[in-house]
């Protein structure tokens, strides 16, 4: 849809528009194959589960701040009772299920480096590192899932990933 600034967004029009917009223009569909970056959209897509994407996207700096700017290894190596404190951490999205969550995908993670070199080699491997393209005119026509995302979920979450 066309905004006031001129540009067409299939989403970004809403109370926060210019979060979603400038994750619209820059980083949506783009492709990635860095480890740290494709652990921060795990972690923020799980923070997401019944949330908005704006409400998410207005707390990544506070959850960058929390969890060692999502470098793997540093997340892994948390604490319980670091964990344990971010539940009072008003910058994130204090549900426990979550926060632990990250520690346990941070291990899992881990482990599919070790398997496959890359946690990017594991998730491109699924669509034989080519890039997926679809056409939707309007984020409403978005699917959920998909057969490919309901294979990748059912696989991630073998491996111990959760969210």
């Given at each position: 849809m066309g905004l006031p600034d001129g540009k067409h967004r299939c989403f970004g029009n809403g109370a926060h528009q210019h979060i979603l917009a400038e994750y619209h223009d820059s980083e949506w569909g783009v492709c990635v194959h860095d480890d740290r970056l494709l652990f921060?959209?795990?972690?923020?897509?799980?923070?997401?589960a019944g949330l908005s994407w704006d409400t998410v996207l207005r707390k990544r700096h506070g959850y960058k701040a929390a969890f060692h700017n999502f470098e793997i290894d540093l997340v892994a190596a948390m604490d319980d009772a670091s964990l344990e404190a971010l539940r009072e951490n008003p910058a994130i999205i204090r549900?426990?299920?979550?926060?632990?969550?990250?520690?346990s995908n941070a291990i899992?993670?881990?482990a599919i480096q070790?398997?496959?070199?890359?946690?990017?080699?594991?998730l491109?491997?699924?669509?034989?590192?080519r890039q997926t393209v679809n056409h939707f005119a309007d984020v409403?026509?978005?699917?959920a899932s998909t057969p490919l995302s309901d294979r990748i979920s059912k696989d991630?979450?073998?491996r111990g990933l959760r969210f």
């Open positions: 921060e959209m795990l972690t923020l897509e799980g923070a997401q549900n426990r299920l979550k926060i632990f969550s990250t520690r899992a993670i881990q070790r398997e496959f070199q890359s946690f990017s080699d594991y491109w491997g699924f669509v034989d590192g409403d026509q978005l699917p991630m979450k073998r």
